[in-house]
């Protein structure tokens, strides 16, 4: 196995550290004796051109690593996967697959009033961008300013690193892809998504085959949120008068969007999920209606069934102006044909809906 088979495209792994509110720092320091010793530290951090910046206090442990050699580390760990997901027996496929970078430099200390400014302004900017705060620029922070440490490290190489299956045989990666989708931790659909971006060779398993060639995603790129609101703009009248903000804002967390793609990677239909071990609630179901009446729609349902947030739940619930006949093929009841808590007449549930004003 050759070790390139990692490295991570270098935009990657500046995007990476880029994005980064807080990284590991490394470097040496030394004892009263004299002898080198290692710091290891967490610090948010900001990153203007080729420098790293971070504050703290004037004095301690990161004084020491003034003037040395220094890196620094950011990671994600993407899935854990069990040696049984490729060997029944063997425990050495056991392995975890992880993304990360390191930059190396010489730590500096920032003298100049105007950097130290500029520096602490863009941190702020990245761990509270919604604002709150007097801008630092401001006379009130002169003082405080001037008695903080700003240190900076200018970025002599980024190393990066991301393993996502590269080093497995394609049918290795469908196997692994097929038991990520049926393991379903947190996590694992993203993974899944990782595997197949970084592997145009991996076959796709039964259970995400799409109708045309395609895949279905078991979670669904922020990116392709536009591509998603267009298609639900094709008819989706329960959303005729919530703005595109509300219903781009609606596909985050803690929902998950679900999709199906054709053979060329187009978006051909949407659905949103959330739920937790007891109901499961879909939202927003739409397929390209170039697509209906084709069986695309059935096919996509059947995937969306079959989903972990889904499997998981002891019921699950949607609502229909239109296309009740199409949900009982699939069985689903009207909710006054169901047995509902309460049932013995002594207490009734009442279903119950308080129409809020968006923060």
């Known amino acids: 196995m050759r070790k390139e088979i990692y490295r991570m495209p270098d935009v990657d792994a500046r995007a990476m550290l880029d994005a980064a509110k807080e990284m590991t720092f490394a470097s040496l320091g030394k004892r009263e004796d004299g002898r080198p010793t290692p710091i290891i530290r967490t610090v948010n951090t900001w990153i203007a ?59 500096g200390v920032v003298t100049d009033a105007a950097e130290k400014t500029r520096a602490l302004s863009g941190l702020m900017k990245k761990l509270q961008p919604e604002g709150g705060y ?31 299956c590269q080093n497995r045989t394609p049918k290795e990666r469908t196997r692994i892809v097929e038991q990520l989708f049926l393991r379903g931790d947190p996590g694992d659909a993203e993974a899944i ?20 060639g395609g895949r279905f995603t078991a979670a669904l790129s922020p990116t392709r949120n536009q591509e998603a609101l267009a298609l639900l703009r094709q008819g989706a009248y329960w959303l005729e008068k919530i703005s595109d903000e509300t219903v781009l804002r609606s596909m985050g967390a803690p929902a998950v969007m679900v999709g199906a793609f054709d053979g060329a990677y187009r978006l051909i239909a949407v659905a949103r999920l959330l739920g937790d071990a007891r109901v499961a609630w879909l939202y927003d179901v739409m397929v390209d209606r170039r697509l209906r009446g084709t069986g695309v729609g059935l096919a996509f349902m059947q995937f969306v069934l079959a989903h972990p947030v889904v499997r998981r739940a002891e019921k699950m619930r949607l609502t229909t102006r239109d296309a009740d006949g199409f949900y009982r093929k699939l069985g689903f009841q009207d909710l006054t044909e169901a047995p509902r808590h309460g049932e013995d007449g002594r207490s009734p549930s009442i279903d119950m809906i308080r129409t809020c004003q968006p923060r």
């Open 49 to 107: 051109g080729d420098a790293i910046y971070f504050h703290g206090a004037p004095a301690g442990e990161k004084m020491e690593a003034i003037g040395g050699e220094a890196v620094f580390e950011t990671s994600r760990v993407i899935a854990r996967l069990p040696s049984y997901f490729v060997d029944p027996e063997r425990a050495c496929p056991a392995t975890t697959l992880y993304e990360g970078v390191q930059a190396h430099g010489v730590l």
């Open 134 to 164: 007097v801008p630092l620029d401001a006379p009130m922070y002169e003082k405080t300013i001037a008695g903080m440490l700003v240190a900076r490290m200018q970025i002599e190489l980024v190393d990066g690193k991301r393993k996502v």
């Open 193 to 212: 998504e990782d595997i197949f971006g970084h592997n145009d060779d991996t076959p796709v398993p039964t259970c995400l085959q799409a109708p045309g």
